[in-house]
């Protein structure tokens, strides 16, 4: 355990599409850590956190100088969970630094960001947090901190399983007031509920700031399928 002290857990790294987000449609490297705070009932990356791929265990510097190496300026960070890496804020510290990339940081929601947010307060530097909602499993554990701190360039995720999240989505939203606080997408689990529903609702409510979210590589891809 000692020689691992200053590295970080990664399942996997790899060049792709960004199939969500901001930069959805952009090329991306991605960076995949091991492990997750949070068991959500529609997981799509369960081979994160149940000890089923393997790890490697790599330095800050290194993975800085990998993501250099690859030449592409989109970084998004995933898991498992980033922000409960051990030796996560160096990584971010070096990627900071370095204003020709473009990062993202995925978060489940129920790490409040503002502790990172402090110690790394650069432009380049976003956040795509989730809000669990009741078909997770999760919704008891979100940090409801982070509401309250995200800025125009963060995003809040809400994955939409059922109408009862939708309709837990919508109150969040309007509680917080998400839609001028930062970007807000509302991302169906296809296989559950209709994206024709959420859209129903968006032009009910009017909701301006708000946008329908189709994983793009769940459509070119094998839900299945790694690396992509």
């Given at each position: 355990?000692?020689?691992?002290?200053?590295?970080?857990?990664?399942?996997?790294?790899?060049?792709?599409?960004?199939?969500?987000?901001?930069?959805?449609?952009?090329?991306?490297?991605?960076?995949?850590f091991n492990?997750?705070?949070?068991?959500?009932?529609?997981?799509?990356?369960?081979?994160?956190?149940?000890?089923?791929?393997?790890?490697?265990?790599?330095?800050?510097?290194?993975?800085?100088?990998?993501?250099?190496?690859?030449?592409?300026?989109?970084?998004?960070?995933?898991?498992?969970?980033?922000?409960?890496?051990?030796?996560?804020?160096?990584?971010?510290?070096?990627?900071?630094?370095?204003?020709?990339?473009?990062?993202?940081?995925?978060?489940?929601?129920?790490?409040?960001?503002?502790?990172?947010?402090?110690?790394?307060?650069?432009?380049?530097?976003?956040?795509?947090?989730?809000?669990?909602?009741?078909?997770?499993?999760?919704?008891?554990?979100?940090c409801m901190?982070?509401?309250?701190?995200?800025?125009?360039?963060?995003?809040?995720?809400?994955?939409?399983?059922?109408?009862?999240?939708?309709?837990?989505?919508?109150?969040?939203?309007?509680?917080?007031?998400?839609?001028?606080?930062?970007?807000?997408?509302?991302?169906?689990?296809?296989?559950?509920?209709?994206?024709?529903?959420?859209?129903?609702?968006?032009?009910?409510?009017?909701?301006?700031?708000?946008?329908?979210?189709?994983?793009?590589?769940k459509i070119?891809?094998?839900?299945?399928?790694?690396?992509?």
């Amino acid at each position: 355990m000692v020689k691992h002290m200053n590295t970080l857990p990664v399942i996997e790294q790899f060049i792709s599409l960004d199939g969500e987000g901001p930069t959805a449609g952009e090329l991306a490297y991605f960076v995949r850590f091991n492990d997750c705070n949070l068991r959500c009932a529609w997981c799509d990356t369960v081979y994160s956190w149940d000890g089923s791929s393997p790890v490697t265990h790599k330095t800050p510097q290194e993975l800085y100088n990998e993501i250099k190496t690859s030449g592409v300026k989109n970084v998004t960070l995933t898991g498992g969970e980033p922000l409960i890496q051990h030796n996560i804020l160096p990584l971010l510290q070096l990627l900071a630094e370095d204003d020709t990339l473009c990062v993202h940081i995925e978060t489940n929601g129920a790490v409040d960001i503002a502790p990172f947010r402090t110690a790394c307060p650069a432009e380049n530097i976003h956040y795509i947090l989730d809000y669990k909602l009741p078909a997770s499993g999760m919704e008891q554990h979100m940090c409801m901190n982070n509401p309250k701190v995200v800025t125009g360039t963060d995003v809040y995720k809400f994955v939409i399983a059922s109408e009862e999240d939708l309709q837990r989505a919508l109150d969040v939203i309007a509680q917080y007031a998400l839609d001028t606080r930062c970007q807000v997408f509302l991302s169906p689990v296809r296989e559950l509920i209709d994206p024709l529903v959420i859209v129903d609702a968006m032009k009910e409510q009017r909701l301006n700031n708000v946008r329908l979210q189709l994983q793009l590589h769940k459509i070119l891809w094998p839900k299945e399928m790694r690396g992509v």
